[in-house]
């Protein structure tokens, strides 16, 4: 069974995401077990306090990071895998016993000292999604390996 965490700057201002993240929840609890943290977006102005923003985000997730987790932070320029790659490296971490904790930023990202201290860096494409869809892809892209290691035909 996968040990998962997910931290997450903001939440979720429409139903539908909501909707779709509780089906992929309800989904994933035969797999694994996950705890999600939502952590408040810090208010900006402009993009201008783009580092000021990030260093009080990450300070909240460090916060929240377990002893002895494998961090992957969710970032564009992260290591794309398919689906079965990623499945392959989601279950190598999990055999050795790994919590996996996942981290997405909000919409200035996450600060590179955050990003460099991650065990690595996933990109869901090199397209920029907002974090809300972020959220539910990365959460399909878990059920998906979840299936895809348990021999489940929901991966093709």
């Known amino acids: 069974m996968l040990n998962l965490r997910l931290i997450v700057i903001g939440k979720y201002k ?23 943290h ?11 306090e783009r580092e000021r923003i990030q260093i009080k985000e990450a300070e909240k997730i460090q916060k929240l990071v377990p002893d002895g987790s494998f961090t992957i932070a969710l970032h564009e320029r992260g290591r794309g895998y398919t689906s079965r790659e990623l499945a392959d490296f989601l279950s190598s971490l999990s055999l050795r016993g790994e919590t996996l904790t ?10 590179e000292n955050l990003l460099k201290t991650a065990g690595c860096q996933l990109s869901l494409s090199p397209l920029t999604f907002p974090h809300q869809m972020a959220r539910v892809a990365l959460l399909e892209q878990l059920y998906r390996a979840a299936t895809i290691l348990n021999g489940k035909t929901y991966h093709y």
């Open 102 to 111: 996942f981290i997405i930023g909000g919409p200035l990202g996450l600060h």
């Open 38 to 48: 939502e952590i408040a977006e810090e208010p900006f102005r402009n993009a201008a």
């Open 14 to 36: 429409e139903t539908y995401w909501k909707q779709a993240e509780a089906e992929y929840l309800k989904r994933l609890k035969p797999y694994a077990r996950l705890v999600i």
